[in-house]
């Protein structure tokens, strides 16, 4: 059945202000995109009147943790706590509500947001919670507070040797202080009952997840899948939701572990994919734990910590590349980015392949000799459109202000001729994607914060903003073939917007609403409640 979109202003995203009216969907196809005349004499079904609605290509986050998400879903969500007394007394209402040695996760703080911005200690999750084991996480994922109960679960004492050196914060007694990061949180982690332990929990937990997905438009996520999980097993409940009708999200899987036998980049199908491997190389900002060249600014005894030597990052490197595998490198301070690009500098000018599409992940903190490096290197940009609203009271103090230059200085790049794509990090930032063009069309908070934007000239346009979410995040899964744009051939994924993003105000760009989700011309999810 040939069905009809007609009344639009229906941005196909191919160029800046490209624009037609009407469409036609056949078999989740667009077979036809142009006028309404055209498309009403193409449909053979039914014609929907668009009402004069926007309507943009399904969006695409090229950053998350799903199976994170989903797990969230059951966790103590911490992320509107604005003191310390506040955090120690949700704690302290949920132990109320469990048995003695049942274990309490929260999620989500910062300590940004106390008015004594010092990270929590296990002294103070003992006061509130002294018989339950508790691990909370810093809404960036790298630091994790645990009480005396977690740690002593975890074998965590003044003889503890981490896996990962600097990934277990002692004081000057010797002591855990109960700030963890990274690898020892994960070992952590891995120890704590999961209440989507059966396959079929957990295919419950991320389709509902992805369910949550579509109310802000999106139809496609890039999952990043961690130390912990299982690459066969988490492959499959992607795989067996979309055979049961049950996927609403395309899925492009990366992965922190080399597949075990010859899979490459592409694998699967329309619905499923496996993506990419993915390397984690240093921490964040946040918790300055980003490798940097120089110690932070606010505190000149960290310069920040790196996962591995650069032997060992060369190595793994030139072991995925000779995968043929695609790679994808978390990494965000200066110096961290600087031995991902010798790596890759060493794998790729000794056998340039065709078509490689290295993914560089996060780039927070640049410089010049990085910028002019990375031009003669086939590299795509993941960025994170939110972490410049969230951080942007604090990012300077980090770094201070000619280093700061180089803080997401993502309209730079894009001038340089870089392709850059948004994920969000969810569950560390908001997925809404109408959230992350604001964030970077005004570089400003939510509340507005600083006036004009932070490094104004760093703005990007609206269009810059949203090729990111589409057009560029599907050539980063090297789909930009069959999706990303409203084209005839091409995937029918397409929302519907409760008002004109390129016509709207900057400042109230965070607040425009998704009506319709549309994935292979299929209604996922529908706000108002049927089609018109």
């Known amino acids: 059945m040939k069905k009809a979109y007609i009344n639009g202003v229906v ?45 943009l290509p399904g969006f695409i986050d090229t950053h998350q943790h799903v199976l994170a998400y989903s797990r969230d879903l059951h966790k103590l969500n911490l992320k509107d706590v604005k003191s310390l007394e506040e955090l120690k007394d949700r ?27 010092v ?20 809404y960036c994922l790298h630091v994790n507070v645990a009480n005396s109960k977690a740690l002593e679960a975890g074998n965590i004492d003044r003889n503890f040797v981490p896996a990962v050196e600097n ?58 899948q961690g130390k912990h999980c299982d690459l066969f097993e988490d492959t499959k409940i992607y795989q067996d939701l979309a055979k049961e009708g049950r996927l609403t999200a395309r899925v492009y899987l990366g992965f922190d572990e080399l597949p075990g036998l010859g899979m490459r980049r592409g694998m699967g199908d329309s619905m499923v994919q496996y993506g990419f491997y993915k390397l984690f190389t240093d921490g964040s900002l946040g918790a300055r734990s980003a490798l940097l060249n120089e110690p932070y600014s606010d505190d000149p005894e960290q310069i920040g910590v790196t996962n591995y030597s650069q032997e060992e990052l060369d190595r793994k490197i030139q072991e995925a590349y000779d995968m043929d595998l695609q790679i994808g490198i978390h990494v965000i301070g200066d110096r961290s980015v600087e031995m991902v690009i010798e790596a890759i500098e060493k794998a790729y000018f000794a056998n340039p392949k065709k078509d490689v599409r290295f993914r560089m992940i996060h780039m927070s903190l640049l410089n010049e000799e990085i910028i002019r490096r990375m031009k003669k290197l086939p590299v795509v940009i993941d960025i994170q459109p939110m972490f410049v609203s969230t951080n942007v009271r604090w990012s300077e103090s980090r770094v201070g202000p000619e280093r700061a230059k180089y803080n997401y200085c993502w309209k730079r790049l894009i001038d340089e001729g ?24 005004t570089r400003q908070g939510l509340d507005g914060y600083p ?52 016509k709207t105000p900057h400042r109230e760009i965070k607040d425009i609403q998704v009506e319709k989700t549309y994935l292979g011309g299929k209604l996922v999810y529908d706000k108002l409640g049927g089609e018109q």
């Not at 990270?119 to 810093?138: F, S």
């Not at 794509?421 to 069309?441: F, H, K, L, Q, R």
Request: hydrophobic share 35%; glycine share 8%; net charge negative.
């Open 167 to 224: 990934t277990v914060e002692f004081g000057e007694d010797g002591e855990p202080t109960g700030v963890i990061f990274d690898q020892a949180a994960a070992d952590l982690s891995a120890m704590i009952p999961d209440p989507n332990a059966t396959h079929e929990a957990r295919k419950n937990a991320v389709e509902l997840a992805c369910k949550e997905l579509n109310k802000s438009g999106l139809v496609g996520v890039h999952p990043i």
């Open 451 to 502: 006036e004009g934007g932070w490094y104004p000239e760093q703005r990007v346009s609206p269009y810059e903003a949203l090729c990111m979410y589409t057009k560029n995040a599907a050539y980063v899964s090297y789909e930009e073939d069959v999706k990303g744009t409203i084209e005839e051939g091409k995937y029918a994924d397409f929302v519907v917007l409760d008002r004109d993003v390129f």
């Open 11 to 55: 941005y196909t995203m191919k160029e800046e202000n490209d624009a037609c009216s009407a469409f036609v969907v056949e078999d989740g196809i667009f077979i036809y995109c142009g006028n309404d005349e055209e498309a009403k004499a193409i449909a053979d079904g039914e014609v929907v009147d668009l009402k004069g609605k926007t309507v």
């Open 119 to 138: 990270l929590p200690t296990k002294k103070d999750l003992d006061e509130a919670a002294p018989d339950n084991p508790v691990l909370i996480t810093r």
């Open 418 to 441: 870089f392709i850059l794509t948004a994920g969000s990090d969810s569950p560390i930032e908001t997925y809404n994607p109408m959230m992350g063009t604001y964030a970077i069309v």
């Open 91 to 117: 704690i302290r209402e949920k132990a109320a509500t469990l048995e003695k040695g049942e274990w309490i996760q929260g999620t989500g703080f910062d300590q940004e947001k106390f008015p004594v911005k």
